[in-house]
């Protein structure tokens, strides 16, 4: 008996010191809520100055729609279109702007203007944090498409604190 109790000791001390321990997960940074309602606060401020009547779209970089206003009588067509910019710049880290660009800079249709889904609308951001990482994007639009780009910017300005 004491011999398969010091065998079964042995056995578990060997385990325990060969077996690497077990590392704390992952941690990468997300798009909070609270980051996503001050991005909309803040596009809100910005479009309140300027006499801009948008809908203000910020989705993850998963595709989840982490928040969304219409300002009261916002043009209906601007709802889709601004969760397609937001949509565009959260599964990419690019703008809207700049895949427009892509798609279309050589006169004609690039390869880019055939990626499903996209959308070439100015007016969609990618949300980076402060180290780089892409977390999701915002859609704005209501005005041109360099003021919805303007409002988006400021909504990304009001969350700084909340990307580092």
Request: overall charge negative.
């Amino acid at each position: 008996m004491t011999r398969c109790l010091l065998v079964t000791l042995t056995l578990i001390i060997s385990t325990l010191i060969t077996v690497p321990t077990a590392t704390a997960a992952e941690e990468r940074p997300i798009l909070t809520a609270s980051a996503a309602m001050k991005m909309v606060h803040g596009c809100l401020a910005k479009a309140t100055s300027e006499g801009w009547l948008m809908h203000i779209a910020i989705i993850d970089n998963h595709g989840n729609l982490k928040a969304y206003h219409r300002m009261d009588d916002a043009q209906l067509l601007s709802q889709d279109v601004s969760l397609a910019k937001a949509r565009t710049s959260a599964v990419s880290p690019r703008s809207t702007k700049q895949w427009g660009e892509m798609a279309f800079s050589s006169g004609g249709p690039g390869a880019a203007a055939f990626v499903p889904g996209m959308n070439y609308f100015e007016g969609g951001l990618p949300i980076m944090t402060s180290a780089g990482d892409h977390i999701g994007g915002i859609g704005v639009s209501g005005d041109t498409g360099a003021n919805d780009a303007v409002c988006a910017q400021a909504g990304i300005d009001a969350a700084a604190d909340d990307l580092q």
